[in-house]
């Protein structure tokens, strides 16, 4: 190992402390980059599920009774709705 003394020392630490630097700004980066993965796997997994819903409602709509139509959607467009998924739940 080199010992070194005066402004050699000094330009080696300060260096050294340019590049503990970046090393920590490049391991925050990569935890904010792991964090942003996860929730993007959490929306990925909702998104599924969310399709799944829509796909599948026209079968649920089909056997809902007028009351609960018109709650779940307002008056104005159960009719439309109701003529729509029924089409579409009989062609499944």
Do not use: Y
């Not at 330009?11 to 925050?28: F, H, M, N, T």
């Not at 990925?44 to 796909?55: E, G, P, T």
Request: aromatic share 6%.
């Amino acid at each position: 190992m080199v010992r070194l003394d005066g402004r050699a020392r000094e330009l080696v630490e300060q260096k050294l402390g340019v590049e503990a630097d970046r090393l920590a700004a490049c391991e925050q980066q990569l935890r904010d980059l792991e964090r942003d993965a996860a929730e993007l796997e959490i929306a990925r997994k909702d998104h599924a599920w969310f399709v799944a819903a829509l796909r599948d409602f026209a079968k649920v709509w089909v056997n809902m009774s007028p009351d609960n139509q018109g709650a779940s959607c307002g008056r104005s467009s159960t009719r439309w709705w109701s003529t729509r998924t029924r089409a579409r739940a009989g062609s499944s």
